[in-house]
């Protein structure tokens, strides 16, 4: 699974202009990342991993979703139902650093935002 992982996102994640998106950040994973990647014609248009932490807390951080209008709102907001939809049974936390312009996705899906904000982002609890 690990090997078509990385087939699907590495052009994403290794493009400048992806990297510059995520505020020159880089993108990372490890054994405790679910990733969620939706595709549109066999090209990736968007991908929200999640890191597991004890404790049943998940960790969004660091996705991407290609465009800036309506079309990004759906695939985000698709990306985001699949990922809670997985995590639903148990109590599950959910902390997300979203992108401010993304605010609003988030909070129909639950989030509320905490007391953390940056020029870009917002931390996110559901």
């Known amino acids: 699974m690990e090997q078509q992982l990385y087939q699907l996102v590495a052009p994403l994640v290794m493009d400048p202009v992806v990297i510059r998106a995520n505020n020159n950040y880089p993108f990372k994973t490890n054994d405790n990342y679910v990733w969620f990647i939706a595709t549109e014609e066999d090209k990736v248009v968007g991908f929200l991993p999640l890191e597991l932490r004890k ?9 991407y979703v290609v465009s800036d209008n309506e079309i990004r709102k759906n695939i985000l907001s698709a990306l985001l139902s699949a990922a809670l939809d997985v995590f639903s049974s148990g109590e599950w936390l ?3 650093v979203a ?28």
């Open 99 to 126: 992108l401010i312009q993304d605010k609003d996705i988030f909070e129909k899906f639950g989030f509320i935002l905490q007391e953390k904000k940056w020029k870009l982002y917002v931390k996110m609890i559901r």
């Open 94 to 96: 959910f902390t997300s």
């Open 55 to 63: 404790s049943q807390k998940v960790i969004i951080n660091n996705y």
